[in-house]
């Protein structure tokens, strides 16, 4: 089987330090998997700044372009704040997602069992919640025209926005949702404003056409999405996959990744069309961003980016054997007690970014034995 192409982007800040855990684990799965890897590492967002004057070169962007997949940390901190808008690093982030035309975002919400107490809610609503939130990210309200605000002849001003969705548009987005959820549960929710707007009537009618025509075996409902955001907080467990537009899926995603409480804990991934060979661009990165507060300090939660490796072996790979061995060997660790300082709880024990890492690879040895 031809090497793995990986571009590793640590990005600024923390992303440095997560990243340096994920090459462990990546370098773990090379030799004790056999897995064959061909790895190129890349400059994004402040530190590509400092180098060639812009946070995402050409250089970096043509080998992202390349990969199969490509892991990236986080961007940006407070010494870049006062560059041009143009060239701030998180415009390098922007960019890359654009170019690279990811239009699906996978935002899973796992509450692992050690961790549930972590949460604002309570104990046995969140247990064990395993959800998948799809939410589409080039399209929608985000990115319609016309937009803009505009002053009347009357002096006063207009704002407005546009919610525009094609049939192709939701017919990708679709596919993808419905992929996703034949390799779990088999129920996808689609979550749309149907009874008000026209777009959303659109979105629901083509959700039910690919359905029937393409995945009859997965279990397809709807939920307008104010019911879906007051559903997730009273029993979030009634979901598996939700697929849902642009705006939404940013409210929605952040409002299930606190039901797991922890910032730190969160992986992403993003996708992009499937090639001729079914292949599809793909981005995996944590949530959180570059934590310049405690950047440097070996303090950071490496998990987060750490799990983002798992979905890239998930999803890009086709390795979910290798997946789970990591999900798993987590799921362990924590078990065992150890903490990182933002999941800290009484009687457990505080270790650092380098130790977690170090934990997860022991822990990898022994399921692995
Ligand atoms: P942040 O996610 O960096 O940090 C928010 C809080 O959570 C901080 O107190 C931080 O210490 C903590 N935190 C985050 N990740 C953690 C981890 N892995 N382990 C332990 N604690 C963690 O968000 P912010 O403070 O709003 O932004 C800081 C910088 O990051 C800004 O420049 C922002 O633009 C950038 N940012 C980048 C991304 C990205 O690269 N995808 C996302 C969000 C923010």
Redesign the pocket.
């Known amino acids: 089987m031809a090497a793995k192409k990986l571009l590793i982007l640590p990005?600024?800040?923390?992303?440095v330090e997560?990243m340096a855990q994920v090459r462990r684990i990546i370098d773990w799965m090379a030799r004790k998997r056999k897995i064959e890897f061909e790895i190129t590492e890349g400059l994004i967002?402040g530190s590509s700044y400092d180098v060639h004057g812009t946070p995402l070169s050409d250089e970096t962007l043509a080998a992202a372009m390349a990969a199969d997949a490509v892991l990236?940390?986080?961007?940006?901190?407070?010494k870049?704040?006062d560059l041009p808008f143009d060239v701030?690093?998180?415009r390098g982030?922007l960019k890359i997602r654009k170019e690279m035309g990811l239009f699906a975002n996978l935002r899973p919400a796992t509450v692992l069992e050690a961790l549930a107490d972590a949460s604002t809610l309570k104990n046995e609503v969140v247990a064990g919640l395993d959800i998948m939130i799809l939410r589409e990210l080039t399209g929608g309200l985000y990115f319609g025209q016309p937009r803009g605000i505009d002053t009347l002849p009357d002096g006063t001003r207009k704002g407005y926005n546009t919610l525009v969705y094609t049939t192709p548009e939701i017919q990708r987005i679709g596919r993808v949702a419905f992929d996703l959820a034949r390799k779990r549960n088999k129920k996808l929710c689609s979550v749309d404003k149907a009874n008000v707007l026209e777009c959303t009537v659109l979105w629901r009618e083509e959700m039910i056409k690919l359905q029937k025509e393409e995945f009859p075996d997965v279990e397809l409902s709807h939920m307008y999405v104010d019911n879906a955001a007051m559903q997730l907080v009273r029993n979030p467990k009634q979901f598996d996959v939700m697929v849902t537009e642009n705006m939404f899926g940013d409210i929605l995603s952040d409002c299930a990744a606190m039901l797991t409480g922890s910032?730190?804990?969160l992986p992403s991934a993003s996708l992009g069309e499937a090639d001729a060979q079914g292949r599809r661009k793909a981005l995996y990165?944590?949530?959180?961003?570059?934590?310049?507060?405690?950047a440097g300090k070996d303090?950071?939660?490496?998990?987060?980016?750490i799990m983002s490796f798992a979905m890239c072996l998930r999803y890009s790979f086709d390795m979910a054997a290798e997946a789970d061995l990591i999900e798993n060997a987590v799921k362990n660790v924590l078990k065992g007690g150890l903490r990182?300082?933002?999941?800290m709880q009484p009687g457990k024990a505080k270790v650092s970014?380098t130790v977690m890492g170090e934990a997860v690879v022991r822990e990898l040895d022994k399921l692995n034995a």
């Open positions: 990005g600024d800040g923390i992303g997560v967002g990236l940390g986080a961007v940006g901190g407070p870049w704040d701030k690093p998180e982030l910032l730190g804990m990165e944590p949530v959180h961003g570059s934590a310049p507060d405690i303090m950071a939660n490496p998990l987060a980016t990182t300082a933002d999941i970014t």
